[in-house]
């Protein structure tokens, strides 16, 4: 079974909508979250760390369900320029963990 | 602050030449990793270094990768013989341990022709 599974999507959607993305993990001892960006043709980028009370950064909201062992990102109010890959990442120990990545695109 | 710093962008070499990738991490970081970027297998860990030690090779492919670290500012990944089926993205990161947040280099295009 898989570290990190992701929906590989692609998810296309149109400007102003709001999209959620979904992560599962396997290893319940996993210690620490995560959702990377990544554009064609560039390294991964951090988008932001999830914590178990959720955290919100503008458009954008992460959850963690521990108990599911599950990781979610919300985008409100979808951009243009949000049209990416997301990578769900989860850490255990010093190892690194991504999930293939989920391809959106936003539609004008 | 510098990122982690990557070289060469891109590399271009015909079958069954060396090819050595550089990365140079965040100052302070402990932690190094070198990872392998294809349409068909997406992102791969090849190997990973904490404080300048090798912890874990098992996704280095084959005895012709091998990777280096001498001191806690560069680290080398060297491929020889290269083969068309290395041709890929390769990716250096950097974190502090304990599972803090990991930074990418800008990645090395190989193409093996």
């Known amino acids: 079974r898989k570290e990190v599974e992701q929906d590989p999507g692609p998810f296309n959607v149109p400007e102003g909508a709001t999209v959620a993305f979904n992560c599962t993990y396997s290893n319940s001892a996993s210690q620490s979250f995560f959702w990377y960006r990544q554009d064609c043709r560039k390294e991964p980028k951090l988008l932001m760390s999830?914590?178990?009370s959720g955290n919100e950064d503008g458009r954008f909201t992460a959850q963690l369900n521990r108990a599911s062992q599950y990781i979610s990102l919300l985008i409100r109010d979808s951009k243009l320029s949000d049209s990416a890959t997301y990578l769900c990442v989860v850490n255990r120990g010093n190892q690194f963990y991504f999930g293939t990545g989920t391809s959106l695109t936003v539609i004008p | 602050d510098a990122g982690v710093i990557q070289s060469p962008r891109h590399e271009v070499t015909e079958m069954g030449q060396e090819v050595t990738l550089r990365c140079k991490p965040i100052s302070g970081h402990n932690s190094l990793f070198w990872y392998r970027q294809t349409m068909m297998r997406g992102l791969e860990l090849l190997i990973y270094?904490?404080?300048?030690?090798?912890?874990?090779d098992s996704g280095m492919p084959e005895d012709r990768f091998s990777a280096k670290m001498p001191n806690a500012s560069f680290s080398t990944l060297k491929i020889q013989p290269s083969e068309p089926r290395d041709s890929a993205v390769y990716f250096c990161?950097?974190?502090?341990?304990?599972?803090?947040?990991?930074?990418f280099g800008s990645g090395t295009q190989l193409s093996v022709l």
């Open positions: 270094f904490n404080n300048n030690v090798p912890i874990d």
């Open positions: 990161a950097s974190s502090l341990s304990g599972g803090e947040k990991l930074f």
């Open positions: 999830v914590y178990s």
